[in-house]
């Protein structure tokens, strides 16, 4: 079973978010791809590779029509053997789209002398050679990897990978299910350079649009056939890319199966009617201020809806989403939220109450003689948008940096997200004030044994209050409408008009949850902090209340002349913050700049926060 966790800040985790992005980057480069099935070959043929140079072996290997005749120097006819009419030649990491009707079958052979030959380029450029503490596991695997390129020797690795860019459209009006998956057939016999569903040595299963195999201890020519299966209730043609790669898989699939951070999927922030905010775990443990945050983002994402049948059968193709899928994100770009990099996506232009499937990728160049240059896809990550119209996200925020959320919301005040962002963004700043100036009454310049805590400082103190103050003015948002079982959501605002169309929360009996007593509460009848009320007006709305461990992370940070507290466990306690179980897998309470990973629940210390008063009581009503 997997689990979901905040971000920890145990130094056990903190050694593994070293490798999260970066190291999931070198599995793309190398070795990510599950090997599917592994074909073994005894050859006897020997190695004359030292008898002429590479470059003239490519010079030399032409393909006259639908021909292979291979001719290399140093190799006679005898030895080299002869391919069937209507073979195609790969060469290494090269992707050839090539267009197959319906009931065909082509046929490509990968020359064993390219095994010996030039390896090919990486695709990325990724900081590299990199001072503590910006160096990376990627620099030290892409080193490893290196090195063990350089050794040769009579046997090798093939890495084929397979990728659907187009598939036939239904020939009904009202699309069911997909078209069949391409079939890939092997052979490393030159007895059978046509391989088929009735005679071959292996296939590739293709699943949603991507296959991929590793053969090994190859020392001799391997042929392929694919097959295009026919359909009535499709018409038109298949278009794929098949590439054969001594490197590495040309194009990866993570699939989300290992515990492991850099295996998982993205992560859905939160949405509102018509956008989401959806994120990466950490890319790198370096500073926010690191040569990362200067690089262009390198994941992309792809959002489409789940009721529209348009990329089934290619959501695991970079190239099928790429021609298919309905949206891109309309921002990306790398951020500083939780105290580490990493990358933002903004998705606008979807409908209301919808399901969406969101994919993540990472696109090479797509040319020849790159590593990996087919790119990467992830396992696609399901949410729905809100239904109700006063939630709207927001980020990008110059104080409160880790908000990135849906917030109450009217569009009566503004329609501007950036506006509706400045405001709460303002409120939060101007309210952090006093705080400030009662900090620095502490002496915090001084002796050890002068200081209020060997454990903190009052930089913790002062970024655990700003972080706690961010969470409790700048609300996170959800519907109203939600269930009532969602238990950790609390009604807010309840005495006040939905601005839509004017109407109240109607009255329920006593002992019910909106009975006349508990909508006159200051926890079900109004909103958190009076601004909210008084200037926005959302109307009725429900709240993901803020994360108790932040109330608690605060009083261990500020120093006692503060007198920071937090409310009892009991009523006081569950009516002012949430609290995170195992096994939860969405936002149950709020932590600005908190990430979900794939393990057991568990809070990230990055961002903490307090109130703007000298002495308060942090109870939350």
Request: glycine fraction near 6%; charge should be negative; aromatic fraction near 10%.
């Amino acid at each position: 079973m997997r689990f979901f966790y905040f971000q920890p800040f145990d130094n056990v985790h903190r050694a593994i978010s070293v490798c999260v992005y970066p190291f999931l980057i070198f599995l793309l480069l190398a070795q990510a791809a599950n090997a599917d099935a592994v074909i073994h070959e005894d050859h006897n043929h020997h190695r004359l590779l030292n008898l002429f140079d590479q470059d003239d072996v490519f010079k030399q290997l032409e393909v006259k029509a639908s021909k292979y005749e291979p001719d290399f120097a140093g190799l006679d006819r005898g030895i080299i053997g002869r391919a069937q009419e209507s073979v195609r030649t790969l060469s290494n990491n090269a992707p050839k789209p090539t267009d197959i009707d319906q009931g065909d079958i082509q046929y490509w052979t990968f020359p064993r002398q390219i095994l010996q030959g030039s390896h090919g380029q990486w695709t990325l450029d990724l900081p590299l050679n990199l001072s503590a503490p910006e160096t990376t596991c990627l620099e030290r695997d892409l080193r490893q990897l290196m090195t063990n390129q350089s050794a040769t020797g009579s046997a090798q690795e093939i890495y084929l990978t397979i990728s659907t860019c187009d598939q036939p459209t239904s020939t009904a009006s009202r699309q069911i299910g997909n078209p069949a998956q391409l079939e890939v057939y092997i052979s490393h016999s030159p007895d059978n350079q046509k391989p088929d569903s009735g005679r071959n040595d292996g296939n590739i299963a293709v699943v949603g649009g991507y296959g991929n195999l590793t053969l090994s201890n190859i020392t001799g020519d391997i042929w392929i056939g694919v097959r295009a299966p026919p359909s009535n209730d499709f018409k038109g043609k298949y278009n794929y890319e098949l590439v054969a790669s001594i490197d590495a898989p040309y194009t990866t699939y993570f699939k989300g199966e290992n515990p492991t951070p850099w295996d998982t999927e993205i992560e859905v922030w939160d949405t509102d009617t018509n956008s989401s905010v959806l994120g990466t775990g950490p890319i790198t443990k370096a500073a926010p201020n690191s040569t990362w945050m200067n690089l262009p983002p390198p994941f992309r994402v792809y959002v489409h809806n789940r009721a529209d049948p348009a990329i089934l059968g290619l959501q695991r193709s970079v190239c099928g989403l790429r021609n298919h899928a309905e949206i891109r994100e309309s921002d990306n770009r790398m951020v500083n939220i939780g105290g580490q990099p990493k990358q933002l996506f903004y998705v606008k232009g979807l409908n209301r109450s919808s399901s969406y499937d969101a994919i993540m990728t990472l696109e090479g160049p797509s040319s020849n003689l790159k590593i990996g240059g087919g790119g990467a896809v992830w396992k696609n990550t399901n949410f729905a948008t809100k239904s109700d119209n006063n939630c709207r996200i927001i980020y990008n925020l110059t104080f409160c940096t880790d908000v990135a959320y849906a917030v109450p919301f009217n569009s009566n005040f503004t329609t501007d997200m950036n506006q509706l962002a400045i405001t709460y963004n303002e409120f939060a700043q101007n309210a952090y004030q006093g705080f400030n100036k009662s900090l620095q009454q502490i002496p915090c310049e001084t002796t050890p044994s002068a200081q209020y805590s060997l454990a903190r400082s009052c930089d913790d103190c002062a970024k655990a209050y700003k972080t706690w103050l961010c969470a409790v003015t700048i609300p996170r948002c959800a519907d109203f409408s939600s269930p009532s079982d969602l238990t950790h959501l609390l009604p807010r605002n309840v005495r006040t008009p939905f601005f839509i169309n004017g109407t109240t929360v109607p009255s329920e009996p006593e002992g019910s949850l909106f009975s006349e007593k508990n909508k006159s509460t200051s926890y079900y009848g109004k909103s958190r902090n009076s601004m909210i009320d008084d200037q926005i007006k959302p109307g009725p709305y429900k709240e993901v209340l803020p994360c108790k461990d932040l109330c608690y992370h605060l009083t261990q940070s500020c120093p006692a002349a503060l007198e920071f507290a937090c409310p009892l466990e009991g009523r006081e306690l569950n009516f002012s913050y949430g609290h995170w179980r195992k096994g939860d897998k969405e936002w149950r309470c709020n932590w600005p700049g908190g990430t979900l990973w794939s393990g057991e629940a568990r809070m990230g210390a990055s961002g903490w926060f307090m109130g703007f008063m000298l002495v308060v009581a942090l109870y939350l009503l």
